[in-house]
DNA sequence: ATTAATGTTCAGAA
DNA sequence: TTTCTGAACATTAA
């Protein structure tokens, strides 16, 4: 989402926020709508950049809006898949192809915050965001699974644990690794440990490149409303009962831990 | 009608 | 103290 915006959006002002109407319930933005609004206008776009999974716009004079997409939460510059649920609109100004910034949001789930100079610092990073997945290494893994008894599976997906893997990547990521997503954290050898920071960056860095995965539901979509390529390279997710590409043995499982899909091929990963 | 879906957070219990 | 479960949030599609 980020390298899809940024050269659109980067260097150029603030005119207006529009808050789009919808039949449905507004989504959570903090502070009010229209101070946050009033808060933006006139301020340009300095930085574009990304904390975990948040999208943030550094804006001048420090403060930083935060979009947190959620489950179905897309940053548009153009095509929006339908207009019932656009959530926000920033519209912009200077010279650029594109007039508007939008934020999209099927479920409704996504959050918008503003944030006042350094406070992002304070709060954000202290309490709900950890230190970022692909700058792990393997000393880092050490301490953040060293301490927990959880399995390997939900540990990833603790976002201070280690911020930035969602529940597909996180199955990619623990088969590519050859690791068993029920193992214990804690229980993982140094050859392991090896291996999942490894994949860690093979994975998620393919998957940037790539532009992420647009899954059958279509959910989603680039910043100009194209699908992502990386859905083409999975391996075990939304893959239950097919045969695994990897081994070409044992067919993928599906189970569930700390209520999400877990897709692992018993053979490959133990 | 039921269930599951790239997520986060809270309350309450083990 | 840590971990687990269930629920809540809101919408759509299989």
Known sequence: MVRGIRPFVAGR??????????????????????????????????????????VVLTVSGGSAVVIEPRM?????????????????EWRLGGKGK????????????????????????RDLKTSTVGPDALEMTVEAWRSCC??????IKVA???????????????????????IDPTRRADRLKPAELSRLNDAVHRV???AIRDEGSTLSDETYRTALNQNGKY????????????VCLTCSK????????????????PECQR
């Open 13 to 54: 002002p603030i005119e207006r926020v529009v808050r789009c109407r919808s039949r449905y319930k507004p989504i959570s933005i903090r502070p009010r709508f229209d101070v946050l609004a009033k808060r933006l206008a006139g301020r340009t776009i300095e930085e574009v950049s990304r904390l975990g999974k948040r």
């Open 98 to 121: 594109y007039p508007s910034l939008w934020f999209w949001d099927r479920r409704g789930l996504g959050t918008v915050r503003l944030f006042a100079p350094g406070e992002i610092e």
């Open 250 to 265: 044992a067919t993928i499982r599906r189970i569930v831990q700390a209520q999400r899909s877990t897709f692992f091929c």
């Open 204 to 206: 998620l860095e393919e």
């Open 146 to 151: 060293g301490a927990t008894s959880r399995a």
């Open 231 to 242: 859905q083409n390279k999975h391996r075990v997710y939304g893959r239950a009962g097919e």
């Open 72 to 88: 179905t939460g897309l940053m548009l510059l153009s095509d929006p898949p339908d207009s019932d649920h656009l959530r926000l």
């Open 156 to 178: 990833l997906l603790d976002q201070r644990a280690v911020a930035g893997i969602g529940n597909l990547y996180a199955s990619e990521i623990l088969h590519l690794s050859k």
